[in-house]
Antibody, heavy 117, light 111 residues
Framework: EVQLVESGGGLVQPGGSLRLSCAAS????????MSWVRQAPGKGLDWVAN????????SYVDSVKGRFTISRDNAENSLYLQMNSLRAEDTAVYYC??????????WGQGTLVTVSS | VVMTQSPLSLPVTLGQPASISCRSS???????????LNWFQQRPGQSPRRLIY???NRDSGVPDRFSGSGSGTDFTLQISRVEAEDVGVYYC?????????FGQGTKVEIK
């Protein structure tokens, strides 16, 4: 059974940093593109970043470029999102997602990040 | 690519059909010939769940009352007979051009 379990969310002050983790199991992690997708409270879904199976390619949406870094450890079956210079508008539930063929077939349960003073 | 869904709110009677439209600001036909249009369901308090990929392919375990259709820039998700468990927000999503984008969501509720 495919499982994606996020952790690392919490309350952080504006300008602060946070590192999210996603533990993957039930599939060959090193074979899949992976993504982070976020959802602000009561709002819709927005892509954040994605990463190639071997980690050699990464893409980000403009709003997080230069502040967020996606990475992965295939030996540990883990996906990460390092978030720096956090802003109030980054407040959201962050989902780890597996995506084959330009889609998403599995989502984690999400971890809430709240940026507030 | 901007994805525009309509309606944003859809009250439906149990057992009746429902239809959600999704339009993209440019063609979703990829250079490889595929059209990467997906539909997701998000029930209250849950993570999203994929229902349909590449316009009309239903995921395993998805009831056959859900169907997807369309081409180019115009797409539709249809529910043939709405059941109580179908309540939630439905999103279309394009994977043709990065950054991939979602529609605003359509909230389906029971009248």
């Amino acid at each position: 059974e495919v499982q994606l379990v996020e952790s690392g969310g919490g309350l952080v002050q504006p300008g602060g940093s946070l590192r999210l983790s996603c533990a993957a199991s039930g599939f060959t992690f090193s074979s899949y593109w992976m993504s982070w997708v976020r959802q602000a409270p009561g709002k819709g879904l927005d892509w954040v970043a994605n990463i190639k199976p071997d980690g050699s390619e990464k893409s980000y949406v403009d709003s997080v470029k230069g502040r967020f870094t996606i990475s992965r450890d295939n030996a540990e079956n883990s996906l990460y999102l390092q978030m720096n210079s956090l802003r109030a508008e980054d407040t959201a539930v962050y989902y780890c997602a597996r995506h084959p063929a330009r889609s998403v077939d599995y989502w984690g349960q999400g971890t809430l990040v709240t940026v507030s003073s | 690519v901007v994805m525009t869904q309509s309606p944003l709110s859809l009250p439906v009677t149990l057992g009746q059909p429902a239809s959600i439209s999704c339009r993209s600001s440019q063609s979703l036909v990829h250079s490889d010939g595929n059209t990467y249009l997906n539909w997701f369901q998000q029930r209250p308090g849950q993570s999203p769940r994929r229902l349909i990929y590449k316009v009309s392919n239903r995921d395993s375990g998805v009831p056959d009352r859900f169907s997807g259709s369309g081409s180019g820039t115009d797409f539709t998700l249809q529910i043939s007979r709405v059941e109580a468990e179908d309540v939630g927000v439905y999103y279309c999503m394009q994977g043709t051009q990065w950054p991939w984008t979602f529609g605003q969501g359509t909230k389906v509720e029971i009248k």
